[in-house]
């Protein structure tokens, strides 16, 4: 069940609203990935108040076209975290990668160019 601004947690009550806003939209990409709201509600409120701080750099994974199919790779890297033979295979691995490292994931089509960003802060 995604949340909107008129249906969310209890524990977002008491957010500001442009942090309430955060922390529905990260808490839905959480659940979209298969977190347990339980999990994803605090997840969901500390990565929102760190966007609202100021928190830390947020690092950017690309999942690229690579010559052995395609890759993910931080966006200031030199070498692939992952490769894959096609992007489906990959792009679980990269979701669950980027989430994990509080990062967001940039994701491009066959010609390079953006596809979509996904956990952007």
């Known amino acids: 069940m995604s949340w909107s601004k008129n249906d969310y947690p209890d524990s977002f009550k008491n957010l500001q609203n ?3 806003s955060k922390a529905i939209e990260i808490g839905n990409a959480l ?9 994803a509600i605090p997840i969901a409120i500390d990565r929102a108040r760190s966007a609202e701080e100021g928190g830390q750099k947020e690092e950017e994974y690309h999942l690229l076209p690579h ?3 395609w890759q993910l790779k931080k966006a200031d890297g030199q070498r692939a975290i992952y490769v894959e033979e096609t992007k489906n295979k990959l792009l679980d691995k990269a979701k669950k990668y980027a989430n994990d490292h509080d ?8 010609d390079g160019s953006v596809e979509t960003t996904l956990y952007d802060s």
């Not at 659940?31 to 999990?39: C, H, K, Q, T």
């Not at 990062?103 to 066959?110: A, M, T």
Request: no cysteine; aromatic share 4%; hydrophobic share 15%.
């Open 18 to 20: 442009d942090t309430r």
């Open 31 to 39: 659940l979209d990935e298969g977190y347990e709201e339980e999990r």
């Open 67 to 69: 010559d052995n199919g």
């Open 103 to 110: 990062g967001s994931l940039v994701i491009h089509k066959e």
